[in-house]
């Protein structure tokens, strides 16, 4: 994991923690990913994110992309556009592969933008 990285603090909280029930990623009708063991990270005052085993994800949707964004908290994310026979959702997945320490529970994990995709907690 790299060891850089703002160390969250009363300014800027994050937790990541186990989520306690089963997370579904589904666009329309598609599932596209359902996990035991994903996690909840809360950060600071944004909505808490849904981060789902890479494991847990269907495979055959996923397009690595080009895109990288920086987060001075996380680290550099990696973006997967997601691809369901002629719908293509560009960069609608996001990964921190070498998450900076305070979060490196995240690595090996995948996070989705709400809109098209909807991540449901507790079915």
Known sequence: M???GRVPGEDHP???????????????DRLIARSTTALTLREAGYP???YVPLADV???VLRRSATTTYCPHK???????LVLGDEELTDAVWAYEQ??????????HVAFYPGPVKVTVGT
Request: proline letters at 10%.
């Open 2 to 4: 790299a060891q850089n």
């Open 14 to 28: 994050i937790t990541v923690e186990p989520t306690t029930e089963a997370v579904r990623v589904s666009v329309g």
């Open 48 to 50: 808490p994110v849904r």
């Open 58 to 60: 269907d495979p055959g």
């Open 75 to 81: 680290g550099t994310a990696a973006y997967y556009d």
């Open 99 to 108: 998450p900076y320490d305070a979060v490196s529970d995240i690595a090996d």
